[in-house]
Nanobody, 114 residues
Framework: VQLQASGGGLVQAGGSLRLSCATSGTRFRPTVMGWYRQPPGKQRELVAEITVGDRITYADSVKGRFTISRDSPKNIVNLQMNNLKPEDTAVYYC?????????WGEGTLVTVSS
């Protein structure tokens, strides 16, 4: 299974970015898809995830600013990030959980300048 993420980049504080991630190499639907991030010098943390039943979880730090959505037939997950803050700067990783394995994307860098 491969995960291909896109949409990272450099943005000023208060701006917006949209991340997308698509799965390939499998005919199975992930039970959960989501995004994690790893800020410089810190551990990887959950940003948002959405289950096959559309149950959504957000990190407290992004509630009200980020929106996760899922195109289930295409196994695509999107993360709309609004009102970005410098503390959102991190490498963002797409994640997909299947019944028997977890898959991770390579990561896309999001840099928010103050």
């Amino acid at each position: 299974v491969q995960l291909q993420a896109s949409g990272g980049g450099l943005v000023q504080a208060g701006g917006s970015l949209r991340l997308s991630c698509a799965t390939s190499g499998t005919r199975f639907r992930p039970t959960v898809m989501g995004w994690y991030r790893q800020p410089p010098g810190k551990q990887r943390e959950l940003v948002a995830e959405i289950t096959v039943g559309d149950r959504i979880t957000y990190a407290d730090s992004v509630k009200g600013r980020f929106t996760i959505s899922r195109d289930s037939p295409k196994n695509i997950v999107n993360l709309q990030m609004n009102n970005l803050k410098p503390e959102d700067t991190a490498v963002y990783y797409c994640h997909a959980a299947f019944l028997r394995e977890d898959s991770w994307g390579e990561g896309t860098l999001v840099t928010v300048s103050s």
